[in-house]
């Protein structure tokens, strides 16, 4: 039987300056092997943790209808509320998410020339009137981009390239900050938080506020709870990042069970930048996927998870 223990370690990232090999190759084997891992020393500032989820409850806590003036489906930049029930995350089963969410993108002044342009992703955030909301998320955020970049950096180390391989990617990429909400379940038949998925970007890193939910797929078939050890994220290699490592490393199913009791969560979706070409790394053998742009990518994931709305 598949243990949470022996499937998902816990990497120290303070340890990464004096032993950066030595954390890069631990790192590794998780990315290549279960896919996740929790990481302890990363120094996000808990003040910042902290700010983003009490911002968090303050949204989720408005009417719908303030919510609705936000909803997603009034942007084509993955921007806004989405309301309960408008996520399909499980694709085979087409079971119904039940949670809602708001996202945050790069942060883009309207009269940005990539604005202007229409370039793909490239839109203006939309914020509910709430006071520290906007910068809290944004300072978060930021604190999270650096840290996605800086564990790209061992990832890079891993595949024996440069440390700074990964860093053009990610100068201005289509991350998104995810605010999410999951009600208790009400013990419905086939009821689900979020359905089995795999994540569509690079890595994710996420933070909940404890409540158990979360599970990942071992590759025997039975899902593992994730544990939660306090102050630590839990990162995951997404769909893109497994075709960049010509499947060398593992994007791994996840879900969320229907908590016992409201679950709160914040996850930082580290996509690269949109016109960054995805193709095989140098010394992964011969591609198995064509290149393809981070932009075309991402919009091919996010159009079947919204498909039917």
Known sequence: MTTAAGMIPVLDW???EDDPEGVSARLGAAC??????CLTGHGVPEDAIARVFDQASRFFALPEA???????ALTPHNRGWA???SERLDETSGQVDRKEAFNVGLDLAADDPRVLRGDPFRGVNVWPDLPGFRESLLNYYDHAWQLGVALHG???RDFGLTPGYFAPHFTAPMATLRLLSYPPGNGAEGEIGAGAHSDYGSI???LTDGEPGLQVQALSGDWIDVPHVPGAFVVNIGDCLMRWSNDLYRSTPHRVLPPARARRSVAFFLDPNPDSVIAALPGTGPPRYAPIT???YLRSRLDATYKGD
């Open 14 to 16: 303070s340890r990464y």
């Open 83 to 85: 309301r309960m029930g």
């Open 32 to 37: 290549r092997n279960s896919g996740f891992f």
């Open 204 to 206: 994710t890193l996420l």
């Open 294 to 296: 981070g932009a075309v």
């Open 66 to 72: 303030e919510k609705a003036a936000l909803d997603i």
């Open 154 to 156: 061992a990832i890079a």
